[in-house]
């Protein structure tokens, strides 16, 4: 019989081991398909996978509401969708990686500000939700579509949640440095070379602007801690 404390420590350590518990590895696809899936394809996903804050909660929270709401961003999903490769559509529409999208404006300076992707619930039976923050607020449809593929490349390679992260600062740097090259160098292989620059150029711009432009490398991956 299992004996169950009602103490928190308890309880947090079950998160973090169900967090660390592997979901089924589905890259590399038994064959590889580049096809873009197009329009038609992509709407059908995204069907009942968009959650929205209501416009009267937008108000005071960004300065360009207008970026979050069903009608500017279900167009720019449904054309970011339109150019996933068929392997990777498949993957998704399959559940085999079940994923929602959140639209929402980065809500703290410590929370990431332009996407994120959070995995929640056991390794068989795991959703990743797909926040898109600031994301939203960059017009460029090609960045955009970089930094959705981005996310879905952590859903992909199914990083774990931040509570399963090391603790002490050092192993937590080399831990998150080295899923985002992961996560880089995947987006490379699935054929987006080209937004995958423009992505690290992005990077680049925002680790400069909080002074921290030696995190990342003449190649644009994050230097991994030695
Ligand atoms: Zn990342």
New binding site residues.
């Given amino acids: 019989m299992q004996v169950r404390t009602s103490s928190g420590t308890a309880d947090f350590a079950d998160r973090v081991a169900e967090a660390l518990e592997p979901a089924p590895p589905v890259w590399p696809p038994p064959v590889r398909d580049p096809t873009p899936v197009g329009e038609a394809a992509a709407e059908r996903y995204l069907e009942g996978r968009v959650a929205f804050e209501r416009a009267e909660d937008l108000v005071g929270r960004t300065t360009r509401p207008e970026a979050y709401i069903e009608e500017a961003v279900r167009p720019r999903l449904v054309r970011a969708v339109a150019r996933f490769p068929r392997d990777l559509y498949d993957i998704l529409a399959s559940g085999r990686r079940e994923v929602r999208f959140h639209a929402q404006p980065p809500f703290s300076r410590s929370s990431p500000s332009i996407a994120e992707a959070r995995p929640s619930g056991p390794g068989n039976a795991r959703t990743y939700v797909v926040f898109l923050r600031g994301a939203l607020e960059i017009d460029d449809d090609s960045t955009f579509l970089a930094i959705v593929v ?1 996310e879905l490349c ?1 859903v992909i390679l199914d990083h774990p949640a931040p509570i399963a992260w090391p603790r002490e600062p050092y192993e937590r740097r080399k831990a998150t440095a080295r899923m ?1 090259n992961e ?1 880089l160098r995947l987006a490379d292989e699935m054929g987006f070379k080209e937004e995958t620059w423009a992505l690290k150029d992005l990077l680049l711009d925002l680790a400069q602007e909080r002074q921290q432009g030696d995190l990342i490398l003449p190649d644009g991956s994050m230097r991994e801690p030695r």
């Fill in positions: 981005h952590h985002e996560a």
